[in-house]
């Protein structure tokens, strides 16, 4: 079992940044895939950024496109804690943002692939 609470949403003007961050606790060492999902209302939930963990310390990152160049993903072993900065802040990035872990993920965008999830953290862009 592995259990994740994200933290770090809020409220920001368009242009603006934040900073999200997942704490993992459990049975984390078994998550090769950690990702971040969204969801706007009344759409479906879409992933955003994942990473992967490869062989030796060599990770992998996959963003989607609509958040290429703006998301950056990554992890902290040390800490359990996967964090995704967000800069140049849309209006249409306002949504519900989900952490998950998954112990493999060969689509990485794929929500689909992923069994653990946190409860959400808001983030709310206003123009």
């Known amino acids: 079992q592995v259990q994740l609470v994200e933290s770090g949403g809020g409220s920001v003007q368009a242009g603006g940044s934040l900073r999200l961050s997942c704490a993992a606790s459990?049975?984390?060492?078994?998550?090769?895939?950690m990702g971040w999902f969204r969801q706007a209302p009344g759409k479906e939930r879409e992933g955003v950024a994942t990473?992967?963990?490869?062989?030796?310390?060599?990770?992998?990152?996959y963003y989607a496109d609509s958040v290429k160049g703006r998301f950056t993903i990554s992890q902290d072993n040390a800490k359990n804690t996967v964090s995704l900065e967000i800069n140049s802040l849309k209006s249409e990035d306002t949504a519900m943002y989900y952490c998950?872990?998954?112990?493999?993920?060969?689509?990485?965008?794929?929500?689909?692939?992923?069994?653990?999830w946190g409860q959400g953290t808001q983030v709310t862009v206003s123009a």
């Open positions: 990473i992967r963990r490869g062989s030796g310390t060599r990770y992998w990152t």
């Open positions: 998950a872990a998954a112990v493999l993920c060969f689509t990485p965008l794929e929500q689909r692939e992923f069994g653990y």
């Open positions: 459990g049975n984390i060492y078994s998550s090769g895939c």
